[in-house]
T-cell receptor
């Protein structure tokens, strides 16, 4: 089915471990984004990508790494997870214009213990 | 830099009453404004958008918002609340409609609808 899917939906990991959150979209949208959602902060942009092999930092990039080797995939990696990275992570995509806003995935709830 | 302020992190209304969720923006260029809704354990869905056409924008589920440049506001309203409207609502601003224009979100307003 067409859409944007995130996996896993829920993840518990230990401090110091590396974890990768997956995002896959089927619209061939050029732009993809990673946000984290925290109480009292709304959504904050972590990284974004304008196309395959083109990525850039957002508001809160520290501790995260992204890659985009294919247009449809935009994985987010926490290199060494910390408790402050416990959050809900949303992936979003957009076509050539944000006139229609972004389309969001269902999110990944990550808990770092 | 652009920003959005949502007044009131929690709003409670009775079923059938008017819904008013407040959003004020700051932008150095003509803004593009959006309202999103998030139901529990789901992603965000676009409710409506303002992209410099009509200042009164109608969205899905009976919601509408009015862009007021003089007040730098983009408040969301619905004449009659329904139980199914209970959700979190986010206002967002973009400095353009190109795909590379990033959205900046407010902190959200949780809407509770009571019988």
């Amino acid at each position: 089915d067409a859409g944007i899917t995130q996996s896993p939906r829920y993840k518990i990991t230990e401090t110091g471990r590396q974890v990768t959150l997956m995002c896959h979209q089927t619209w061939s949208h050029s732009y993809m984004f990673w946000y984290r959602q925290d109480l009292g902060h709304g959504l904050r942009l972590i990284y974004y990508s304008a196309a395959a092999d083109i990525t850039d930092k957002g508001e809160v990039p520290d501790g995260y790494v992204v890659s985009r080797s294919k247009t449809e995939n935009f994985p987010l990696t926490l290199e060494s997870a910390t408790r402050s990275q416990t959050s809900v992570y949303f992936c979003a995509s957009s076509g050539t214009g944000t006139g229609n806003g972004y389309t969001f995935g269902s999110g990944t709830r990550l808990t770092v213990v | 830099a652009q920003s959005v302020t949502q007044l009131g992190s929690h709003v409670s209304v009775s079923e059938g009453a008017l819904v008013l969720l407040r959003c004020n923006y700051s932008s150095s260029v003509p803004p593009y404004l959006f309202w999103y809704v998030q139901y529990p354990n789901q992603g965000l869905q676009l409710l409506l958008k303002y992209t410099s056409a009509a200042t009164l924008v109608k969205g899905i589920n009976g919601f509408e918002a009015e862009f007021k440049k003089s007040e730098t506001s983009f408040h969301l309203t619905k004449p009659s609340a329904h139980m199914s409207d209970a959700a979190e609502y986010f206002c967002a601003v973009s400095d353009g409609v190109g795909g590379g224009n990033k959205l900046t979100f407010g902190t959200g307003t949780q809407l509770k609808v009571e019988l």
